[in-house]
């Protein structure tokens, strides 16, 4: 890496942890310290851009090819800038790629955006010396992070994808923070190196898997998105197991999460929008509005309590919102016309 890059990469890291600071985001003083110390390019060398406006098939996207001098401003702030960034189309191979246009493919690896990861590993209190598992590492910007407070050849990470494994360990083996990818299957878990004090899944799941839970050591915590049909519907599940071994967990609604794991099929409100067209029951008004978007308690429990039901926030029927699900009739919330 050149003398330029490298005094220009550490002053964009810089830049990234002061905004986590300033919203209030980062508060762990050893993560700070991974945060300014691990190298983001070395991790992400190139970038997916998505071109194509939403509901496009097949998608048109550009790759950016951090080594490109041409697209290596954007790639730099896009690496820095706390957003989620696209790495690799499904089946893909990460050692030939072609930077430009390309068209087709959805994207099955991406870095997790800065803030959950942030939150993700506060949250999992990490410290110097424990065993750090990590499920479904993608790129490894997580686990190198963990790496980093946790010291070297104490966090391993699980990744199904053999070309994204593979992908992860020689950039990692290059930053040299003594993480290793293994290929397999993470709802396993990995028991050969069980138990672990802490587990972070890079993947949502509709349930926690038994392995998770039994790899768990006294002491430990796991964290995890529990996965609902519903993609803006999540749970974050923090499961503890005490020193007496006694196994408790804490679920809370959120805004977002990790996407599912692979294979998972979200609830479509197109696919609701159809069937609805076809068939549309009866729609009972109501002046009683759903509960605020921020009520993610509430949507949370609604996704498990009234399975296969969505809600639309594009009723163009000159309503704020409608539930839809599998049974009828619907319900379709308007404003009232004495509101302010």
């Known amino acids: 890496m050149s003398a330029d890059l490298s005094t220009t990469t550490r002053a964009r890291r810089a830049a990234m942890v002061e905004r986590l600071e300033a919203d209030g985001v980062l508060k762990d003083s050893r993560l700070r310290e991974a945060l300014l110390s691990v190298r983001r390019e070395v991790l992400l060398p190139h970038a997916y851009v998505r071109v194509s406006d939403p509901g496009v098939d097949p998608i048109e996207w550009r790759l950016l090819d951090g080594a490109h001098p041409d697209d290596r401003e954007e790639w730099l702030d896009l690496i ?4 989620s960034v696209l790495l690799q189309r499904e ?65 391993v990470g699980v990744e199904r994808d053999g070309p994204m494994a593979a992908f992860a360990q020689r950039n990692l083996d290059h930053l ?42 006294p002491g430990g915590r796991l964290l995890t998105t529990l996965a609902t049909r519903t993609p803006s519907w999540p749970g974050q599940l923090l499961v503890t197991r005490t020193a007496a071994g006694t196994v408790e967990a804490v679920l809370r609604g959120r805004p977002r999460g990790y996407r599912p794991l692979l294979g998972y099929r979200w609830l479509s409100t197109l696919d609701h929008r159809t069937r609805i067209k076809a068939d549309p029951g009866t729609a009972r008004p109501t002046r009683l509005a759903p509960p605020q978007d921020e009520a993610y308690g509430f949507w949370l429990a609604a996704a498990y309590l009234v399975p296969g039901t969505v809600r639309d926030f594009h009723d163009h029927r000159r309503a704020r919102g409608r539930l839809v699900g599998r049974r009828r009739p619907w319900r379709r919330h308007r404003p009232s016309p004495w509101a302010a």
Do not use: N
């Open 176 to 217: 040299g923070v003594g993480a290793q990818v293994i290929e397999g299957d993470a709802l396993e878990g990995h028991e050969a190196r069980a138990p672990h004090d802490r587990i972070h899944a890079g993947i949502g799941v509709p349930c926690v898997p038994e392995p998770w839970v039994e790899q768990l050591a």
């Open 91 to 155: 089946g893909e191979q990460l050692d030939a790629l072609v930077r430009g246009p390309v068209t087709g493919g959805h994207m099955t690896s991406m870095s997790t955006y800065g803030q959950a990861t942030v939150e993700a590993l506060q949250t999992l209190q990490l410290g110097p010396g424990q065993r750090y598992l990590e499920l479904g590492p993608g790129p490894g910007v997580s686990l190198a992070l963990a790496a980093a407070v946790t010291g070297p050849r104490l966090a």
């Open 80 to 83: 820095h800038s706390g957003e």
